[in-house]
Each structure stands twice: as structure tokens, then as C-alpha cells.
């Protein structure tokens, strides 16, 4: 941030020390911050009581203070990270849909996402807050001058081919990736971070995956997704569980039924997995994918409401670009 800087911090009441530190930080630097107080329940009352005109109408006056805005920074640091269990997922969807607008500008915007460690989290991650603290700030706090190098190893390796493909158990899956720019995720927008990621030509990708990894969506842990795609769709789908949540989101648009994103995890700070997106998806020695919209940056057209991602272990895989191993079973190439 720099001097005359208009600055937006979306966090929860749980979040209220790192705000203030925060804040006072805003303030040495000559920036104005706001704080907007982020409240599950009070997000659930809202989307229970509207009614689907209300819900298809574009908030103008956030629209307006995103646009405005120079610096966005959100905080998640639930109270209840299951509030959205019982929704309609129809509410839900359309909601997306109508907020949409809001979401490319804020990505259009200085932006970071962060949590502030709290009971909730630990609680899904099965930690004591003590711990939980611990494995937020070994994630978080790496040199990450040494892991951009890392990852822009990765990154020039991949774009010096046009093509990627995930071998795993229960798992082949190939995409086409001339004309797309590999990203090396190294602690700019989202802390932690750590992969590198790309958006794969749309109609290209072929084959099956299989997800271990449990994740949370809409209030709902969906675990054990197997999708199949034929010329870059997804043409048969499975979940062990919350099979129902599976189906709401590949069923929000044209694009959500295709991949915006395959990425490598390459944060090995990280060692488990805590049912937390921001956390999961940077696992070190694992892939993942994510239905929906793409990313501008990396020459993405795959449009749609929702970007959901799904994590995959790779100790027992493989990722392939042209005829070379980049990674295997647990070491990059420059590793074997």
C-alpha cells in the first residue's frame, strides 16, 4: 500500500487483533482503510429471507465501493464454517451468479486473502488453537524469495511445453496448454500460497480423476470425486459423499462443467490437510483442478459463476508436459 490509498478489510469479529494491527499499519503509510464485519449467520438470514428477484439484483453500492477501492484485503476467520450447510443450493447458485460483476473487479484490484487462525478453523482441522497457530504461520511465513525461484523453475519448465497430464491412481488426465501462461502463486495475493497454475484450453482436456481429498463447499464436506471429460467436458461424475452439493455446482452454467484451472502444490510448509481451500490446495506433493472460471491472467476464457477446486495426493503419480517428467512420487525433476 502507498500514501492516498483507499483500502476495503472484510474480516470477522474473530479476526479483530490482525484487523487493528492491520489498521494502525494503513495509518503509517497514509492509507484510509474501512472495515466491513464479515458474519456467517447474518449472510445465511439474508439469502433465507430474499426471494429470487432479490436475490437476481445486483448490490450497486458494494459494486461501487469495489470499484472505488485502490487495496482489498479479506480475512477469514470463521465463526462457523458450516452456516451454509442447510441453504438452497438454487440460493446459493443464483447468488453467484448475480455477484459475478463484483468478484472481476475485486481480481482486478491489489488484492490479498489471509485467515487469522480461530477456534473454528482449528476445529476442523482437529487441532487445539495452539496448534492450529503453529500450522498457519509454518505455512505462511517461508522465505518466499527462495520459493518463487522454486516455483518459477516449475513455471518455465511447464511453459516450455504445450501440454499437461496427471497420472495417479485412478487418475489420467490430459489437457493442451499452448498459448497459456503457467502462474507461480509466491505469496503476493493469497498467504499462504505456493503452486503453480494454469488455465487448460478449454475443449482439450481428456481422460479421468479421481480427488482424495476432502474439501468443504457450501457448508458441506464433499469427499471422493471421480470425473470423467470428454473434449473438455465433464461427461460422468461420483462423490462418496455429498454427492447432491457435486452435482448443484457442475450443474451452475455452461462453464462450470468444464476445468478453469490445473495447478501443482508446492508448499511444503504444509503437511495435512484442514478442509480449508486456501490451505489444501498449496499441499505440498499433491495437484488439483478446479471447475469453472478461469483466470484472465493465464489466457483463460472458461466463464462461469463458480471456481471450486479439488485436491489430489501425487506421492504415487505423476505430472507429464510434452515427454518429460516434472514431477514423480514426490520430487521435481530437478530432485530425481
Known sequence: MKRGDMVVIRAS????????????????????????MDLEDAGKAFIDAADEKTLSELPTHHLAMME?????????????????????PKKLVLLGKTM?????????????????????LAQEANMSLEEYRDFVYDATLLDWKEESKMMYRIKE????????????????????????????????HNLPSGEVFTAPIEDTVEGKIYFDIPFLQRGRVIQGVRLTFEKGEVVDFSAEKSEDTLKTIIETDEGSRRLGEMA??????????????????????????????AYKECNGTNDSAVHVDMVKTMREGEVIAGDEVIYSKGKFFWEM
Request: hydrophobic share 35%.
Open 13 to 36: 469479529p474473530e479476526a479483530e487483533d490482525l484487523v487493528t494491527a492491520l489498521t494502525r499499519e494503513i495509518g503509517r503509510v497514509g492509507a484510509h482503510p474501512i472495515v466491513l
Open 68 to 88: 472505488k477501492c485502490d487495496v482489498i484485503i479479506n480475512i477469514k476467520s470463521p465463526r462457523n464454517t458450516r452456516a451454509m450447510a442447510g441453504m438452497d
Open 100 to 120: 459475478k460483476p463484483i468478484s472481476e473487479v475485486t481480481l482486478s484490484k491489489r488484492w490479498c486473502l489471509t485467515v487469522h487462525p480461530c477456534n473454528a
Open 157 to 188: 519448465r511447464l511453459e516450455s511445453h504445450n501440454d499437461v497430464r496427471f497420472v495417479g491412481p485412478e487418475t489420467d488426465l490430459y489437457a493442451k496448454t499452448e498459448g497459456r501462461i503457467w502462474i507461480a502463486s509466491d505469496g503476493k
Open 264 to 293: 501443482i502444490g508446492t508448499n511444503r510448509g504444509i503437511k495435512r490437510y484442514t478442509l480449508n481451500m486456501l490451505f489444501d490446495e498449496k499441499i505440498g506433493d499433491t495437484i488439483h483442478c478446479a471447475l469453472g472460471r
